[in-house]
């Protein structure tokens, strides 16, 4: 079973810039993703990736404005946003999957594992 804890949510105005963090309790997964879930929307992909992998793929909301690294020693996952925007304001979550899956595909309930989410307010 794999735990996962995000923090650094937070407010800032749009084009600010903010890092998530992710933290799991194991490696018991093959494949990570950061989602968000916008008031009154459905939760939606926002990065994936697979563990052994370097690749890590994006939303066409995001891409080009967010970042998503590793630190393997702190088991640990980022996701750097810049130039924020006032349609970035969600609850963002981090999901693990014990299966290897197409990180393009960002499917909500292939993910068996979720943090509890950090909020992310951008005014505008």
């Known amino acids: 079973q794999v735990q996962l804890v995000e923090s650094g949510g937070g407010s800032v105005q749009a084009g600010g810039s903010l890092r998530l963090s992710c933290a799991a309790s194991t490696y018991a997964y093959w494949t990570m993703g950061w989602f968000r879930q916008a008031p009154g929307k459905e939760r939606e992909g926002v990065a994936a990736v697979n563990r052994g992998s370097g690749t890590t793929t994006y939303s066409d909301s995001v891409k080009g404005r967010v970042t998503n690294s590793r630190d393997n020693a702190k088991n640990t996952m980022y996701l750097q946003m810049n130039s924020l925007k006032p349609e970035d304001h969600a609850v963002y979550y981090c999901?693990?999957?014990?299966?290897?899956?197409?990180?393009?595909?960002?499917?909500?309930?292939?993910?068996?594992?979720w943090g509890q989410g950090t909020q992310v307010t951008v005014s505008s």
């Open positions: 999901a693990a999957s014990e299966w290897y899956l197409n990180p393009q595909k960002m499917v909500v309930s292939d993910f068996k594992y």
